[in-house]
């Protein structure tokens, strides 16, 4: 890890304060006031503490919730989130941050990436900048990997910061502008990733990456296993049929705590006119359907993210949302955390 040691070297005051509120708290995690970031504000608010994990154990934070795009979408022009900050989401993206060795990893670069590193900094600063021990991309896709350019030559001319890449997603990024140029001006150190292998990826926090089936026009897709000292997480932001991988979803589900999943539609007929049964993503309903026979405390494992701007569960109070819950699942929101 870049930096690692010598960041390891000190406890600064806002670390120290967050270890001593924790513990006074008898809580893993506490609330932390954001400040408004820019294009989003009331949302910000954490509204899913977790409590279960060891004071200093790591933890994770859900930055984005939204599909590629974001809520509002570019050209949605009656969307009511133009006019309503609250409503307002960011593409999917978690942050690990594990508080003992004081470093911090992504899951994605998103568009939104300034925002979510603003949020990630007023939750748990660090001097350095930006800060970012590795940043971990599932694929090629427009939402997953392009808040990269933040960190070049025009922004923040950031120094040799880890990018984990599975080998196509790596080529890709090597030998396309302007994503070359980051390589080349070693704005970012491209990690290689191997399906199955685990990386350690903070001195706590172990990241395993294995493929799903998702359209693969530049590069590989995965999802990531997260694993902590005392949870363990799956991250799916992106898969096409869950018919179409090998992996037995439900019985993944039986090895890992908590599961953020694809959930970039709730049902057909969420688009008006289009038959959107072809949609390379299962809806909820098909999701949850597949999992019915579970019991409670599996299926309350599931915390659906990747939200299309047209799911009707990114109001919470929806009827839509409403279902979800009344069968025993849960929606990801900005803001929560997990302890690891
Ligand atoms: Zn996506
Ligand atoms: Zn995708």
Known sequence: MKNATMKNATIKPSQRLWIYMSILGGLCL???PTADAGDKTAADA?????????PGAPFLRVLGIAQDA??????SIEDAAWHDPARRRHATSLAVVDPVSNERLLFEATPDFKYQLRHLDERFPVESRPGIDGIFLTHAHIGHYTGL??????VMGAKEVPVY????????LTHNGPWSQLVRYRNIVLRPLVAGQPVQATANVSVTPFLVP?????????????AGPNRTVLFIPDIDRWEDWQEDLASLLGSVDVAYLDATFYANGE????????FPHPFITTTMQRLAHLPAAEKGKVRFIHFNHTNPVLDVDSAAAAEVRRQGFKLAAEGEELGL
């Open 214 to 226: 998702h359209r693969q026009e530049f590069s590989e897709v995965v999802g990531y296993r997260i």
């Open 70 to 75: 974001g809520v509002p979408q570019a050209g």
């Open 271 to 278: 688009i008006p006119g289009r038959d959107m049964s072809g």
């Open 149 to 154: 350019m933040m960190l070049g030559h025009e």
């Open 30 to 32: 506490v609330p932390w």
């Open 165 to 172: 890449a599975m080998p196509r997603m790596a080529e890709f």
């Open 46 to 54: 954490p509204p899913g503490i977790d409590t279960g994990a060891a």
